[in-house]
């Protein structure tokens, strides 16, 4: 009997947008597949920010679990979510091509506030936060949290004059307001936009199956941007942005760090060949260490203890 892949993917729109698509793709190869629905402690504790749960892996522990006592064949994240080093015996079998990873503002009712000295700017991301205060440092940034369809109805019920969100999340479930700027100035959390499958690395079947979803360009600037995260992060959840384009075989790379509170940035533009990208994620983390990156890890480390 031909074997069934379960899909393992968390109960939000978006996630099961994700396991949707993925499950499709598999589907039009020939496989047969099924969807397990599992819930994680992010999408459950939604009275604290998510820097406060210690961001890494709090959307992907339950998934991974399930994948380890055998209750779901292959998992779909938002790559963005998922740690840089992944759980014993899981590994990284594709990255579909990635959506626009830009960050957007949906804003209440204009974008006066903008060149106002006082605002309120919600959001449940640390990067976001500290990108937003070193723009804006007279601002005020409440936390936002819940998935997308949550907390763009929290934004019309509070009076805060705008909220930011990832342009991906809300496109792909059709829900992207009129109402919003692109913030092309803000760098996007490593690998938003992109979806990731993941198996166990015992799961012949499932690697073999999900590898022909793998899209090699995705693959490379996500995987030089988590390289980056990896080699800064140290332990710590740091307000860390890093995007990576390839253009004509070009990696054109973009990468910050900031204080949690927006006064203090380091923040990076590089290139490199596409022959050069196993490295070049690390290359560019240490340059920024050097840069004084060191001392503004230890202080934010400082801050979470």
């Given at each position: ?164 969100f990832a342009q991906a ?24 936009g992109a979806i990731v ?21 995705s693959e490379i600037c ?84």
């Amino acid at each position: 009997m031909e074997k069934t892949i379960r899909i393992g993917t968390r109960e939000s729109q978006l996630a099961l947008w994700q396991a949707y698509t993925v499950e499709k793709k598999l589907n039009d190869l020939g496989y047969l597949t099924e969807i397990v629905k599992v819930k994680s402690e992010g999408d459950i504790v939604l009275d604290k920010p998510l820097y406060e749960l210690g961001i890494t892996g709090v959307f992907t522990k339950a998934l991974d679990i399930a994948l380890i006592k055998g209750s779901i064949d292959i998992a779909v994240h938002s790559m963005k979510d998922v740690p840089t080093i992944l759980a014993n015996g899981v590994i990284q079998t594709a990255v579909l091509e990635r959506h626009t990873p830009n960050d957007i503002l949906v804003y209440n009712k204009n974008t006066d506030f903008l060149n106002h000295d006082k605002a309120l700017v919600a959001t449940g991301s640390l990067r976001r936060r500290a990108q937003w205060l070193n723009r804006y440092p007279n601002h005020e940034t409440p936390d936002l949290r819940g998935n997308v369809i949550t907390r763009l109805q929290k934004l019309k019920d509070n009076n805060w004059d705008g909220a930011i969100f990832a342009q991906a999340g809300l496109e792909r479930i059709e829900t992207k307001p009129e109402n919003h700027i692109v913030l092309d100035w803000m760098v996007p959390a490593p690998a938003q936009g992109a979806i990731v499958v993941v198996c166990l690395d015992s799961n012949e079947f499932c690697k073999e199956a999900t590898q022909k979803l793998n899209h090699k360009p995705s693959e490379i600037c996500t995987y030089i941007e988590r390289d980056f995260l990896r080699t800064l992060e140290g332990g710590c959840t740091a307000p860390i942005g890093a995007l990576a384009e390839i253009k004509s075989n070009t990696i054109h790379f973009r990468g910050i760090i900031t204080s949690i509170d927006g006064k203090q940035k380091i923040e990076l533009q590089k290139t490199a060949d596409i022959s050069d990208y196993q490295d070049f994620g690390k290359k560019l983390a240490l340059d920024v260490l050097a840069q004084g990156g060191r001392e503004l890890i230890e202080e934010i480390r400082k801050k979470q203890s």
